[in-house]
């Protein structure tokens, strides 16, 4: 039998009639699963905590759910969180001995809910408003494609050659009990930092964020972070998501119950880089943000506007050690 791809963008579909990964009905209104998971949530009593959407209200972790066929939810998500909760649990090396596309499943299904959620709002509002819910067709191709992707959780779905994402994992020297969470919807970027390790993934970029930063990574993967370290490298990496000027193409062939997932070339008929230009004061703006628990200003970051402050690199290039910095975590 064919594959059923499912695809809610079609006819903005955001009902809690229909499951969110399958589309199919659904017979009851508890048919729902949290978008963060109860493990998550109770390991870092997460539940009461406000989560600011980006209309500006806010709701508890726990308000967060989405629509899940329970046959859905048993037979391939509650597994595949059950396999991340145990890796988490113990650490960078059993995180780091995972399959990646699991970890990408994960944290795309987990941004996805809050997606989800986002255009549950969003549809409200402007329907309260009388208007027609409105949204940009670049945003809606990179929610679509991202979408298709997760339907690997529960399809025989096989990327030809290539993986949709770029992920960086690193060991790095965590406050006990701390829950370091981000994530920007518009460039479908994830941040993690828990444990002993930190979690980056760039959702919809078929490697292109790898690539661009392999001169930092060569120097640093594979090291201890200090999590001002960790951060660094966490704001280069949502700065340069923001720069990726491509919307990824695939040609998607099912073929009886598979379906081939093939990227385009990212370069296509354009002779532009794949990225925009980086400037030093909108980076140092980003890690400003990144920074705000050390009290780094601006001001400081960029002080020398040509190299901005680094506790990755030195004056000249060279990897700093973590047992060098003399900053509380």
Not at 207 to 221: C, D
Not at 309 to 314: A, C, G, K, P, Y
């Amino acid at each position: 039998m064919p594959a059923q791809i499912y695809n809610p963008f079609e006819k903005f579909n955001f009902s809690n009639r229909n499951c969110f990964l399958s589309g199919q009905t659904l017979t009851s209104d508890e048919e729902k699963i949290q978008v963060f998971p109860a493990w998550l949530m109770n390991t870092y009593n997460l539940a009461d905590q406000p989560f600011k959407l980006l209309d500006e209200s806010i709701a508890t972790y726990k308000d967060l759910k989405i629509p899940c066929a329970t046959a859905i939810n048993e037979q391939y998500l509650e597994p595949l969180e059950a396999e991340i909760a145990a890796a988490f649990d113990k650490g960078f090396d059993a995180v780091n001995s995972l399959d990646q596309l699991k970890l990408f499943q994960w944290a795309g299904k987990l941004l996805y809910g809050i997606l989800f959620n986002e255009m549950q709002a969003g549809i409200k509002q402007q329907y309260a408003q009388g208007q027609e819910f409105n949204i940009s067709q670049s945003l809606i191709h990179k929610f679509s494609n991202l979408h298709l992707m997760l339907q690997s959780i529960s399809q025989p779905i096989v990327f030809e050659d290539f993986q949709p994402f770029s992920l960086f994992l690193f060991k790095v020297n965590n406050e006990a009990d701390l829950f370091g969470y981000r994530d920007e919807i518009n460039t479908l970027t994830f941040s993690l930092r828990i444990k002993d390790f930190g979690l980056i993934i760039c959702l919809q970029d078929n490697g292109a964020n790898r690539v661009y930063h392999r001169e930092i990574l060569e120097k640093i993967e594979g090291q201890t972070l200090h999590p001002i370290q960790f951060e660094e490298f966490n704001a280069r990496i949502f700065y340069s998501a923001y720069l990726f000027n491509r919307l990824p193409e695939y040609n998607v062939l099912p073929v009886e119950e598979n379906t081939y997932i093939e990227a385009m070339p990212l370069r296509g008929m354009s002779s532009k880089p794949l990225f925009d230009s980086w400037q030093n004061k909108t980076y140092g703006q980003v890690l400003e943000n990144f920074w705000k628990k050390w009290g780094f200003l601006l001001f400081e970051i960029i002080k020398d506007p040509e190299n901005p402050m680094s506790f990755l690199v030195d004056t000249n290039g060279n990897p700093i050690s973590a047992k060098e910095i003399a900053l509380y975590p």
